[in-house]
């Protein structure tokens, strides 16, 4: 996939998994072609990659090229005016709609510069036709009077009309959509803020020829406006943790682009400690801790703790903004009590009158009704049937501690190492039990084992060559574009995964794998067929002048099955070699 928007994770290969949420929502931009798809809020807590999708969206949508044009905005924090935010808007709006029209991806980057500007889009309109030049004279001229509100109800409104001469369809993306509210003021001076801003959507939100796909760090907070100003205009859409399937993978692409080595062990224990949250995951990989060692459990560990502990801590220092900026807005007397006790009994659900009498709260139901409200709308404490309970997230629960612990009752760093340990144990116990025949990371490990080998291959070409064998005469390991499992695109029927997949930069033979990494079980011919069904789609989706298939089985094979791979001309192997750590 080409990227078109740049994408905040960085390199493209780290997007991992989604699979579910992304089969969804490209599912539900697909239903914008009939006008059958409703605004929908994408909520999540902070961190856990609702900006990844979205851009990921963003991308797969411009490539698709289907009949559905992509927009994308980022509102930031920091005042602005309505006039310059609605300006800005509208801008990036018309260059990007430029950018799918002419498919010119410099246009897309232009449309997030800050020095857009009326006379460049004109310039670039005339590449799409009259009528969209003819559109931005007309919104020049208004812009002249400087007039807020009725510049953002042209900004508002652009995407869904614009696109009406042509009947085509837009999804709106936008991201951070809460700070609509706080952050844009109707004057020059920012004095006079815009705190309802967000419910010029009121009618726009509901065009399906347009519709919003909206996300925010706050869930409360977007979930509070919404419901108080944009009432039954949006679905809501939640986005949970990531599988544990998908964070091992997430911890093994990790792994191969910071150049940090794990063990089968170590990424079972890191997937379970993080939770499934991806910016834990990247946070431990790119931690300033100068020791990190992934290849040790004492090394997680020690990363682990100074990411939560020390102040040079990434996940620490995000969550420590996160909640100071929520504390003013909660009056704090009290505030970090509550959100204390709940941490430490976050197993529980606990009622308001439990919470008065454990605390002894010198407060009015009413009082304490509403403390309660805005600590579930700034997203630290979580509430079922009017009753409360801590966050359920490991990590935030021993950042909160750590943090304001001590100005509450006695709080011992050494005391949270110990639970860290505590943890490490159980989860280690877990392990041994997962191990053996049933493991089922063995097969994702071999896979990671085996691309790490394949990415330097061609630097040991004979060596690597006795450890395959029915190679084509010709062959040689080269240096591939990537090295990586091959997952059809989004939506493809039928759906199908390529363990390996390395496709060479210049000449030279691409590579095709299927890895079994098992205990006693050898690779069959019914296998065979199987593997050559999905290489038969892979190669109409990408097509290769020259490419060799090669299975790996760490069990070896039925003699049947050798026979019958030899048959279609399919390397193999079985040598340990490929599962050694690299030296």
């Known amino acids: 996939m080409k990227i078109y928007l740049k994408e905040k994770i960085g390199h493209p290969d780290l997007f991992t998994g989604r699979d579910q949420e992304m089969d969804y929502l490209l599912n539900w931009i697909d239903r914008i072609k009939l006008e059958l798809s409703k605004s929908t809020a994408l909520l999540a807590r902070r961190k856990v990659g609702k900006t990844a999708i979205l851009q990921r969206l963003y991308n797969l949508t411009f490539e698709k090229n289907d009949g559905v ?4 905005y980022e509102i930031t924090e ?3 005016s309505a006039f310059e935010f609605s300006l800005d808007f509208y801008l990036t709006f018309i260059y990007q709609y430029i950018a799918f ?3 010119k991806t410099e246009y897309v980057e232009l449309s997030r510069h800050g020095n857009k500007n009326f006379a460049k889009a004109k310039q670039a309109a005339q590449e799409v036709g009259q009528y969209l030049v003819d559109e931005i004279i007309q919104t020049e001229q208004v812009v002249q009077e400087k007039r807020g509100q009725l510049m953002w109800e042209i900004a508002r409104v652009t995407p869904c009309t614009l696109i009406l001469r042509h009947d085509e369809r ?3 993306m936008i991201d951070e959509f809460q700070y609509l509210n706080s952050e844009i003021y109707w004057d020059e001076a920012k004095t006079n803020q815009a705190n309802d801003f967000a419910a010029g959507y009121m009618s726009t939100a509901e065009y399906k020829n347009a519709p919003l796909l909206i996300a925010g760090s706050w869930v409360g907070w977007l979930m509070n406006d919404l419901i108080m100003m944009l009432p039954g205009r949006f679905k809501f ?3 949970k943790a990531i599988p544990e399937n998908e964070a091992i993978e997430m911890i093994y692409r990790y792994s191969l682009v910071e150049g940090l080595p794990v063990t089968e062990e170590t990424a079972y224990l890191m997937a379970r400690l993080t939770e499934g949250n991806p910016f834990y995951i990247s946070a431990l990989f790119r931690s300033y801790y100068q020791d990190k060692d992934f290849t040790t459990e004492e090394g997680v560990l020690q990363t682990l703790e100074f990411e939560t502990l020390n102040h040079g801590g990434e996940i620490r220092g995000t969550w420590l ?14 505030a970090k009590d509550i959100v204390l006790y709940l941490s430490k009994h976050r197993d529980e659900l606990t009622s308001r009158q439990k919470l008065k009498l454990a605390l002894g709260l010198e407060m009015s139901d009413n009082e304490l009704d509403k403390k309660l409200k805005t600590l579930l709308r700034s997203d630290i404490i979580e509430e079922n049937y009017f009753k409360y309970r801590g966050v359920q997230d490991n990590i935030f629960d021993k950042v909160f501690r750590s943090q304001y612990g001590h100005e509450i009752d006695e709080f011992v760093p050494v005391g949270m190492r110990n639970e860290y340990k505590a943890l490490f144990e159980e989860l280690k116990d877990k392990y041994k039990k997962l191990s053996g025949e049933y493991n089922r990371y063995k097969g994702a490990y071999a896979e990671f084992m085996i691309v790490q080998h394949l990415l330097r291959a061609y630097q040991h070409n004979e060596r690597y060559r006795t450890m395959m064998a029915d190679l084509p005469a010709d062959f040689a390991f080269v240096e ?3 090295v990586w499992a091959y997952h059809s695109p989004p939506l493809h029927q039928p759906a199908f995964e390529i363990d390996i997949y390395a496709p060479a930069k210049s000449g030279g033979y691409t590579l095709i794998g299927e890895v079994k990494h098992r205990e006693t079980t050898k690779f069959s011919p019914q296998e065979v067929d199987l593997f050559l069904v999905k290489v038969q789609e892979l190669l109409r989706l990408e097509p290769q002048e020259k490419y060799v298939l090669f299975v790996y ?4 094979f039925t003699a049947d099955g050798l026979a019958y791979l030899q048959t279609k001309q399919i390397a193999w192997s079985e040598d340990k070699r490929w599962l050694e750590t690299l030296k």
């Open 170 to 172: 837009v999804v709106q």
């Open 321 to 334: 903004e996160y909640i100071e900026s929520a504390l003013p807005r909660i009056n704090e007397q009290y």
């Open 480 to 482: 591939y574009k990537s």
């Open 553 to 556: 089985s760490s069990a070896g």
């Open 69 to 72: 044009i992509p927009f994308y």
């Open 237 to 239: 859409y939640f986005l």
């Open 101 to 103: 029209k002419t498919r």
């Open 78 to 80: 920091g005042k602005k």
